[in-house]
């Protein structure tokens, strides 16, 4: 398996654009997380999801965030507009029990700059 | 507000020493889980002690478990300059599937 894959892997936009992060889980995990890491705010926990339903956005910092899971193959979160704060790295982890009794596996994580 | 605490922040230790970190949380928990994250990488996880052990072993690994301090530690026996990278311990807080990871500790191996 190819693992958790995230695209992409590095985006330099400017303040009040839209991002666009990608996620494809691995196959047949049905839990899917994303975090957000910054040196002052560590890793933080954005929002879950379990067969493709949203189960805890309380992590998501402000209506600007917005993320989404079609299928049980592809997940998006989205910024709009972005501002300089959100720089960070997102990564998307997915597993195959929720991350309090399984494993979890991170993609590379997707480095954001907004300038 | 981070479950877990990692002790100490930074670790710079000769290869072939052994590395200890330690890490402290605030609730009850399940289960404790221990990541690593190369610089650059995403994390991996390396093992997983349930509330009811108190010692498990993977390879070169050792962790320890007293739910009744709230804490956690993490040996690495004869470090090797590859285990060089940031060490996180997670944890979830009363029900769900919330993993929250603690503030890490940066590990070197020197040659």
């Known amino acids: 398996d190819a693992g958790v894959i995230q695209s992409p892997r590095h985006e330099v936009t400017e303040m009040g654009q839209e991002v666009t992060l990608r996620c494809k889980p691995i196959?047949?995990?049905?839990?899917l997380f994303w975090y957000r890491q910054t040196m002052m705010r560590g890793l933080e926990l954005l929002i879950y999801?379990?067969?493709?339903?949203?189960?805890?956005d309380s992590g998501m910092p402000e209506d600007r965030f917005s993320a989404k899971m079609p299928n049980a193959s592809f997940s998006t979160l989205k910024i709009q507009p972005s501002e300089p704060r959100d720089s960070a790295v997102y990564f998307c982890?997915?597993?195959?029990?929720?991350?309090?009794?399984?494993?979890?596996?991170f993609g590379e994580g997707s480095r954001l700059t907004v300038l | 507000s981070q479950q877990g605490e990692e002790d100490p922040q930074a670790l710079s230790i000769q290869e072939g020493e052994n590395a200890t970190m330690n890490c402290s949380y605030k609730?009850?928990?399940?289960?404790l889980q221990w990541y690593r994250q190369n610089s650059g990488r995403g994390l991996v996880h390396l093992i997983l002690?349930?509330?009811?052990?108190r010692e498990k072993h993977s390879g070169r690994l050792r962790v320890t478990l007293d739910t009744s301090k709230k804490s956690s530690s993490l040996l690495i026996t004869a470090s090797r300059a590859a285990d060089t990278a940031s060490y996180f311990c997670?944890?979830?807080?009363?029900?769900?599937?919330?993993?929250?990871f603690g503030t890490g500790t940066q590990l070197k191996v020197e040659l």
């Open positions: 002690i349930r509330s009811n052990e």
């Open positions: 997670a944890t979830r807080m009363g029900g769900g599937n919330k993993l929250t």
């Open positions: 999801f379990n067969n493709n339903v949203p189960i805890d």
């Open positions: 609730t009850s928990i399940n289960n």
């Open positions: 196959s047949g995990h049905d839990y």
């Open positions: 982890a997915s597993s195959i029990q929720g991350g309090g009794t399984g494993e979890l596996f």
